[in-house]
């Protein structure tokens, strides 16, 4: 396993991880073959261009879409037990972590990791006793005939993704306060990162050095977007990880819409001291 820290913005950040090689070679897990065995399903009815599937299809995409990019990102992470079966070394070796070293500085890596690992531990524990209280008071739905019991699906496939992401949560707790990272500063995200701050931020330009943009995007004192869509592919490229494309369009997307929001707000809040 690897990981990856994308600065989003000037405050935040996408931790994915991205399975090694040989890692792909193991057997998949019950769970996994039951989650792919789903996906398989999902994707064909995404063809489906009338009835209850089209519906649902498009209804389930603009909730998936509404999941916050953190989630994702966790879920990313297998749980500790997990990828000790697939690595028997794994909890005795470091774990490499690729960042982009003129936007994190190499002293904030764990802080910034250990917030990431903690932050919504508690949110993703109490939504998934939800979740798993409310599953089974939906299952009688399943006696309506043709129409799949829908709240039941949907309480279960949320209470699955809190579930994962908590353990990815938790393992990634483990591995900062264990001392098991090993940060790595890739020069291909510098160079992205050093046009991108030279566009975002004041008195940065390509050719101010690596530890000042890192400073000043630190120092930054508004959220402000370091990424643009485009940069997904690339990042994905740099990386060879095809899978972080979509992770990294939505956090750009959900963050810069939290960004505008906060703006507007802010907006708001002026025009009414001024009134």
Not at 92 to 103: C, E, M, S, W
């Amino acid at each position: 396993m690897r990981l990856f820290l994308i600065p989003i913005s000037t405050k935040r950040a996408l931790i994915y991880a991205r399975p090694l090689r040989k890692d792909l070679a193991k057997e998949l897990s019950y769970l996994d073959r039951l989650t792919t065995k789903a996906a398989e399903t999902w994707a064909k009815w995404e063809e489906a261009d009338k009835g209850w599937k089209m519906h649902l299809v498009k209804w389930g995409n603009s909730v998936q879409q509404r999941i916050p990019y953190e989630e994702w990102a966790l879920k990313s992470i297998p749980s500790f037990k997990t990828q000790q079966k697939i690595n028997a070394d794994h909890g005795k070796t470091k774990i490499d972590v690729l960042f982009p070293g003129n936007a994190v500085r190499l002293e904030r890596i764990q802080s910034v990791l250990r917030t990431i690992a903690t932050e919504r531990q508690e949110f993703h524990r109490k939504r998934l006793t939800w979740c798993l209280f409310g599953a089974p008071i939906t299952a009688p739905f399943g006696l309506i005939p043709v129409v799949p019991n829908i709240p039941f699906f949907y309480l279960a496939y949320r209470g699955w993704s809190h579930w994962r992401a908590l353990n990815g949560s938790k393992h990634l707790e483990h591995l900062v306060e264990n001392d098991l990272l090993n940060p790595i500063s890739l020069p291909e995200l510098e160079q992205l990162y050093a046009k991108r701050a030279s566009y975002t931020l004041e008195n940065t330009s390509v050719g101010t050095s690596y530890s000042e943009i890192a400073e000043n995007i630190e120092q930054s004192s508004e959220d402000q977007l370091l990424l643009k869509m485009s940069d997904a592919k690339k990042l994905a490229a740099m990386l060879e990880a095809p899978e972080l494309v979509l992770e990294a369009e939505r956090a750009i997307i959900q963050v810069s819409e939290q960004i505008a929001a906060a703006a507007k707000s802010k907006a708001e809040k002026q025009d009414e001291k001024e009134d």
